[in-house]
């Protein structure tokens, strides 16, 4: 249980680090206005410390009764494959619920939270509904790893790795710009990493010019 706990801390430290470091080099004040006042900064932070701290967890714990929480033993080679199987998994599920979140029937209740910053901003990456932490945040994230049977020191470098670049596509650092153009019109780049579904449904734009 304790590398599972060394796993949250690592998620944790990744967050808030990344997010610090973007806040306090990069992110300018059109980004840094969305949380300009301490209310609304704390509103955030507290929304974000409970969806790491208390339903990312519970989320991984039903995944885990089914999968056991046993670390396999695999050598360090098929981790270049296994983290490219991850992202497939991972992209393809974000795609699917994220886009469900966007049905009208859905999104005033659950993701419309998430887009009240319709400039995305690093430290309000998970201000989100706590369901949808759990369906559309945690899931693909670790459902790949599961399957591929990760071992622990591969889990540590890929919670690191989709934590840490998950903060910097909100924060704006990257050049890569899709989840802005998706938090501005809503209607584009429901995926990531490698927009696979959007590219096959038609929901695929790489910039404001497109």
Known sequence: MWKWLTLLLLHV????????FAW???EGPKKRYALHTSKALWECT???????????????LLLLFYWGFMFPTTSYWWLP???????????????TLH??????????????RHHQYSIPIGCA????HPLE???ANVFPG???????????????????????TTVLAHSGILKDKRHDLHHLYRRVNYGNGFYLLDRLFGTHFRSFKQ
Request: proline share 4%; net charge negative.
């Open 125 to 128: 990456t998970f201000f989100a």
């Open 13 to 20: 430290i990744c967050y808030w680090g990344t997010a610090t």
């Open 142 to 164: 670790i459902i790949g790893p599961l399957l591929t049977q990760c071992c622990f020191e591969g889990w540590c470098l890929w919670i690191g790795l989709i934590t840490s």
């Open 133 to 135: 932490h759990m369906l």
């Open 46 to 60: 507290q929304l974000v410390l409970w969806n790491q701290l208390l339903w990312g967890p519970l989320s991984t």
């Open 99 to 112: 886009r469900a979140l966007h049905h009208s029937w859905v999104y005033p209740y659950i993701h419309e």
């Open 81 to 95: 494959l296994q983290f490219t199987i991850n992202a497939i998994i991972g992209d393809v599920l974000f795609y």
């Open 24 to 26: 306090v080099y990069f």
